[in-house]
């Protein structure tokens, strides 16, 4: 087991270099020039070719792009994360702000969206055909066809026109006031859940327990007078969930992306509004450092998938 997670790593690292290579790339041939923009490029008081040329200097903008994407990479390692052109404090200040925010939100979201959608596809396998089933179907389609930014502006008019709630602006830790904090962030949250991290793991969960349930080990069970529950949470259900969690792995990307348009909906101050204000400002040590953390997510919730494959079929081994 360890060696299979050692080699794992390790092929990780030509993926995240690749990650790192293709982010820099892309932010160096964006058009727009990030010092013209930091003196007013966009209010039209651009300062003079002197004032340009420091702050390129400055910011070290004028070196050759292998020398910039080495300082930049050797940081990354090192853990000198740099600082944000535009906020004017360090990215671990930053993200010591922004990130407990955002993945409170992902997590929850993730975490209930994925319970959701295999209660809801188990329900509606032992319930093939009926309205029960019917009704679970329709809002696992509802959910993958709706955008989040349309059902966050719904829920947000729904609640103003009938009870007169407005969504408050801000964060409060949950640590500082769990109640407020809630109240806060369960909305957006829903709002994540509900969508693909709902959607496609439910129809995936009813379409193999529906194959799972015709196997003939679980007739085998049930001759053997196992309860009925016993059978479907320690033998269907433990086979059915392969297919899903690999699913689930795969949605962890979405769920960023899925921040990036709660959090500009809901007003929320977290690393999904402030990469959109980032990639509009060419704030290239803020669009690197979050994309690349990115990067290490997903890969690392790629093994997590894989090692779980492990637990819930004893015949799969590395």
């Known amino acids: 087991m360890w060696t299979y997670v050692i080699r794992r790593l390790l092929l990780a690292i030509p993926t995240l270099l690749g990650v790192t290579v293709v982010v820099f790339g892309v932010m160096r041939v964006a ?9 007013g490029g ?23 792009l292998y020398i910039q994407y080495f300082e930049w ?31 409170q939100v992902g997590i929850m979201g993730l975490v209930g969206g994925s319970i959701l959608g295999v209660i809801g596809g188990v329900i509606a396998a032992l319930k093939q055909d009926s309205w029960a089933d019917y009704v679970i179907r329709v809002i696992a389609i509802l959910g993958i066809s709706v ?4 059902s ?41 859940g509900l ?32 309860r009925e529950n016993i059978i479907i949470v320690r033998h269907a259900m433990r086979n059915a969930m392969i297919p899903v969690i690999t699913l689930i792995g795969i949605f962890i990307p979405l769920t960023v992306t899925g921040l990036v348009v709660t959090e500009q909906v809901f007003g929320l101050p977290g690393i999904g509004r402030m990469m959109v204000d980032a990639i509009n400002q060419r704030d290239y040590p803020v669009v690197q450092l979050v ?7 997903v890969v690392a919730a790629n093994l997590g998938v894989d090692l779980i494959y492990g637990w819930l079929d004893p015949r799969i081994r590395y």
């Open 152 to 192: 966050g502006m719904m829920l947000i008019l729904v609640f103003v026109r009938f009870w007169g709630w407005i969504p408050e602006q801000g964060y409060v830790p949950l640590w500082e006031d769990p109640m407020r904090n809630l109240a806060q962030l369960i909305w957006p949250s829903i709002i994540i």
């Open 42 to 64: 966009d209010s039209g008081l651009v300062g003079t070719p002197e004032q340009l040329e420091a702050l390129r200097e400055k910011l070290g903008l004028n070196r050759p």
């Open 195 to 226: 969508g693909f991290l709902m959607g496609v793991p439910l129809r995936m969960m009813r379409a193999t327990m529906l194959e799972v349930m015709r196997e003939d080990y679980i007739r085998t069970a049930r001759s053997k007078g196992l």
């Open 291 to 297: 994309v690349t953390l990115t990067g290490f997510t």
């Open 73 to 103: 990479l050797w940081g990354l390692i090192t853990f000198n994360w740099g600082e944000s052109y535009f906020y004017n404090a360090e990215m671990t200040q930053l993200l010591s702000r922004k990130l407990p925010l955002s993945a």
């Open 147 to 150: 955008p989040t930014f349309w």
């Open 31 to 39: 058009p727009g020039d990030v010092a013209v923009l930091i003196l």
